[in-house]
C-alpha cells in the first residue's frame, strides 16, 4: 500500500531513530529485490505492486534521512521526484496487468503465498521497531504507519493468492495489484501536489509587510 509519508521537519531526530531508519531502509530494499524477481518467476501483478512499494518506502527512508537538516526548497523537490516516481510505478503495474490479461498467464500462487508471508513478516518486523517512535513527531509517526499499512497490503497478496489457488485464474491477482497500482498512483499525484507548494512557498520566501503610511491631514 503506496505511502505519502512526508518529509521531517529539519530538527534533531529522536535517539534511536535514524539507527532504527537505516535498518529499515536495507530491509525494505533487499525485500525490493526479492520480490521482483519473485514477481517476474511467478507471473504475480501483486507481487511486483508490492515490491514497488518497498522501494517506495525506501525512497521513504532516504529522503527522512537525507533531508532532516535541509531546507524546503530542497525537500519539495525531493518530494517531487518521490511523487513523480510513485506515480510511474503504478502506472507500470497497470502497463502489466494488462500484459498479463493479453497473454493470459496465470501466476503461481505457491510462490504468491510464500513470498508474501515473508514480506508480512519483513513489515510486522519494520513497524516493531518502529513502535516506540510511532508518538513522536509527523515524520517518526509517518514512518511506522507506513509500515503498518504495508502489512495490509501483504496481506492482500496472500488472499489473492488463495484466490488463485481456488479459482485457477489470473483474476484475484489482477484485482489486487490494479488497487495497489491504483493507490500508488494517488499517493503519487498527492505528494506532487504538496512538493508543487512547498517549492512555490520556498521560492517566494517569507512575505514582508510594508508598513502602512498615513496621508497627510488636508489631502
Known sequence: MACSCSAPEPKSPAPGFRRALWIALWVNLAMFVVEGLASLSSGSVSLMADAIDFFGDSANYILS??????????????????????????LVVWARAVWVVQAGITPDPMTMGAVGLLALATNVSVAVMLFRFRDGDSDMRSVWLCSRNDAISNIAVMVAALGVFGTGTAWPDLMVAAIMGTLAITAGVSVIRHARNDIAGAKAGPVELTPEVSSPQGH
Open 65 to 90: 534521512l537525507t533531508v532532516l537538516s535541509m531546507g524546503m526548497l530542497w525537500r519539495g523537490r525531493a518530494a517531487m521526484v518521490k511523487g513523480i516516481t510513485m506515480t510511474a510505478f503504478g
